[in-house]
């Protein structure tokens, strides 16, 4: 978790009484930090946030673009059915290793595979695997057009696209930080899927902006 998923005292009171991490993801989110990891990840909000779309939309193949220690990929992959299955896509080998040791003691590695690497080489060998009933973009921001591109292309009518942090803490709309790449690849991004005309979006103001759509 970082600065940018923590409360005022309302939201902690409903964190509390709806979605507070239990022991196990208590446990994942400290390590990550004993271990180095960057304290960037979704809060407990937008992680049940995505467990009750994969629920709602009966999901059973998930894939994740971004997966740091695991914390998100655990509480997507807790909500798939038996026989559903994660795949989550990430660069560092350090952060899929710890997340894979995380999965394991949780219980879920059955239901999640690891592919290492910058998604953009990993994701044309998911053709086989498409396609996807929820797609969940959390990796780096100049890459979230490709990626958007990627999913629509694995994706079925009434696939559910969620795209994390495009407020990019408050970046994105800061005059200042225009010359970004990752600041121009959210607004990329944030374009098309409000544009497209296959798509059906909005973002919910979940910490950082999520932003979310449904494939017509
Ligand atoms: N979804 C996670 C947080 C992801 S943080 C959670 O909420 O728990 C972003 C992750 O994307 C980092 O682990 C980073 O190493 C990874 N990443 C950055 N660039 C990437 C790339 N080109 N391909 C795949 N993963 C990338
Ligand atoms: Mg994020």
């Known amino acids: 978790m970082s600065k940018l998923t923590e409360v005022d005292p309302y939201q902690e009171f409903i964190r509390e ?7 196990e993801l ?22 049940k946030f995505l467990q009750l779309l994969v ?10 673009i971004g997966v740091l220690g695991g914390y998100s990929g ?16 990430e660069l560092e080998q350090k952060h899929a290793d710890f ?24 994701l044309p060998d998911l053709v086989d695997e498409a396609p996807f009933d929820l797609v969940f973009i959390d990796a780096d921001k100049n890459n979230y057009p490709a990626y958007l591109d990627f999913s629509l292309k694995y994706s079925r009518p009434g696939t559910v696209i969620v795209g994390d942090n495009v407020s990019m803490g408050g970046s994105l709309v800061d005059p200042d930080r ?12 944030a374009s098309a899927l409000s544009q497209n005309g296959r798509l059906a979006s909005t973002v919910v103001p979940y910490s950082d902006g999520l932003a979310m759509a449904v494939v017509k």
């Open 178 to 189: 225009q010359d970004s790449d990752w600041v121009q690849g959210m607004r990329k991004f």
């Open 74 to 89: 655990a509480w997507i992959a807790r909500a798939l059915p038996e026989g559903g299955k994660l795949i989550g896509l």
């Open 26 to 47: 208590s446990r994942l989110q400290a390590e990550a930090k004993s271990e180095g990891l960057p304290s960037i990840s979704i809060g407990p909000e937008q992680g």
């Open 17 to 23: 009484l709806f979605h507070s991490d239990d022991e």
């Open 55 to 64: 629920q709602l939309t009966g999901a059973k193949k998930a894939l994740e």
């Open 99 to 122: 997340a894979c040791k995380q999965w394991q003691r949780m219980g879920l590695a059955d239901k999640i595979e690891v592919r290492v690497g910058p998604a953009l080489d990993t």
